[in-house]
């Protein structure tokens, strides 16, 4: 059972576009959320990362969007470029008990010249 | 990535043959993680640590055992490799509880079981 749900499973956007990933969550014990990027042949390494105290969170082009009540956030990339062309993955951990991150299904983007 | 190594970065075996995977790190990073990585799955997390001698099942820990005697080095085996077992594995790494803090992750090690 996927604790975390993520669309779309790809994307294709044009250059300067804005690419937008989704994810949802049940569990409410959910309190740290997540990014990685992944390049073929290469591990995930963190992007960005939220907390459900803020509703949004922005580094350079790329921007979390929180809603706690609907228990969703996503992922926009503003200005979106080629070199952005990658595998995103959303996450989700609790704060407490098990030492767990919870990852998406993953979104491939493709960004075309 | 961050001071982490995989060996060996590919593999094929046969079905019933038990494989070892190394993950080793030069970060002292107290804790060490074990993933899959699956088409339609994400990241799962097999197995992890939280200090020498220290380990515990993840979510799909079912025919893997792993080992850590030293800070910097986590290993994960599979006692009877089964084709259901082809994936890409991962290492990650972290300073604090994973959970909430930054996991490094390793380049990965593609096995393939026939």
């Known amino acids: 059972q996927q604790q975390v749900k993520q669309s779309p499973q790809s994307l294709i956007v044009q250059k300067g576009g804005i690419s937008i990933i989704n994810c949802a969550y049940e569990n409410t014990a959910f309190d740290y959320f997540p990014w990685y990027q992944q390049f073929p042949g290469k591990g995930p390494a963190l992007l960005i990362a939220?907390?459900?105290?803020?509703s949004e969170k922005k580094e350079g082009r790329f921007t979390i969007s929180f809603n706690k009540s609907a228990k969703q956030f996503s992922l926009h990339i503003m200005d979106s470029q080629p070199g952005d062309s990658a595998t995103y993955f959303c996450a989700a951990s609790p704060q407490t008990g098990a030492n767990n991150l919870f990852f998406g299904t993953g979104t491939r983007l493709t960004v075309i010249p | 990535d961050a001071g982490i190594t995989q060996s060996p970065r590919h593999k094929v075996t046969e079905t019933g043959t038990p494989v070892t995977l190394r993950c080793h790190q030069t970060?002292?990073?107290?804790?060490m993680y074990w993933y899959r990585q699956d088409p339609g799955h994400g990241l799962r997390l097999i197995h992890y640590?939280?200090?020498?001698?220290?380990?515990d099942k993840g979510e799909v820990s079912d025919g893997y055992s792993v080992s850590r005697s030293k800070t910097e080095d986590f290993l994960l085996t599979l006692e009877s490799a089964t084709s259901s077992q082809t994936s890409v594995y991962f290492c990650?790494?972290?300073?604090?509880?994973?959970?909430?803090?930054?996991?490094?992750f390793g380049p990965g090690t593609r096995l393939t079981v026939l």
């Open positions: 640590s939280y200090g020498v001698k220290d380990t």
């Open positions: 970060e002292n990073h107290r804790y």
């Open positions: 939220i907390r459900p105290d803020v």
């Open positions: 990650a790494t972290s300073e604090r509880r994973g959970g909430t803090d930054t996991q490094y």
